[in-house]
């Protein structure tokens, strides 16, 4: 499985982004996608997730409320939409893939990243 996000960029507070996260190799339908990030000089946290048939999501309390993640599977697009951003949203978002049913494992495939910068 090939994952490449993008949307990230530079945006005040209270701004909005939404990035997205192509996916190709697999049949996008088998496949539960998350979303985590890594702030400078932080370790990499969850953000959030949903599972194969878009049917349930899951959200980081930092960002509950203000994040709000989707996928198209006809596209083989997983989204997450940003809004009331504040400077602690400030990292590098990385778009994750695992196979659906095996939500007790980690992780399997992972982007390279997109950087969101957010400016006080």
């Known amino acids: 499985v090939q994952l490449q996000a993008s949307g990230g960029g530079l945006v005040q507070t209270g701004g909005s982004l939404r990035l997205s996260c192509a996916a190709s190799g697999r049949t996008f339908g088998s496949l539960d996608m998350g979303w985590f990030r890594r702030a400078p000089g932080k370790e990499r946290e969850f953000v959030s997730a949903?599972?194969?048939?878009?049917?349930?999501?899951l959200y980081a309390d930092s960002v509950k409320g203000r994040f709000t993640i989707s996928r198209d599977n006809a596209k083989n697009t997983v989204y997450l939409q940003m809004d009331s951003l504040k400077p602690e949203d400030t990292a590098i978002y990385y778009c994750a893939a695992r196979s659906a049913g095996t939500s007790n494992r980690p992780y399997e495939y992972w982007g390279p990243g997109t950087l969101v910068t957010v400016s006080s």
């Open positions: 949903v599972y194969w048939s878009g049917g349930r999501t």
